[in-house]
């Protein structure tokens, strides 16, 4: 498995971001890339699953009009999906890859899929953060 870890990472410097932590004995890397929004991408390449998640937001008090909400943004999105932690409070973007096939251009279309939606919804997410 360490090879889809080390052609992963190769994926990630050819797009330009910076790997800001990485765990080889967990296959874990974390990236970050403030013009598109991304700040803590966690991409998981255990297994034979490719795995990304995104922290969004933290829902102190999620009623049904903003999960009726977040399920709508939900349907727009081009990858991934909304999912909320165990606990029910943290908002996270979440899409999951097959390994043995990945390539690049599926690899780009997931992360700009989070960057898009994060720039598309920015608002709606502060207005959400700060009354949830």
Not at 112 to 122: G, Y
């Amino acid at each position: 498995m360490t090879e889809y870890f080390e052609r992963v990472k190769q994926y990630v410097a050819d797009l330009g971001y910076v790997i800001e932590r990485e765990l080889p004995e967990e296959q874990l890397i974390r990236i970050s890339d403030d013009a598109s929004g991304i700040q803590g991408l966690l991409i998981d390449c255990e297994d034979e699953l490719l795995v990304l998640e995104q922290f969004i937001l933290e829902l102190a008090r999620p009623d049904a009009a903003t999960l009726t909400r977040l399920l709508q943004i939900n349907r727009e999105l081009v990858h991934g999906a909304l999912a909320l932690d165990e606990g029910g409070r943290r908002l996270i973007f979440r899409d999951t890859l097959q390994l043995e096939n990945l390539d690049l251009n599926e690899l780009e279309a997931s992360i700009k899929s989070v960057s898009l939606m994060l720039a598309e919804h920015a608002d709606e997410f502060i207005r959400i953060a700060s009354t949830a």
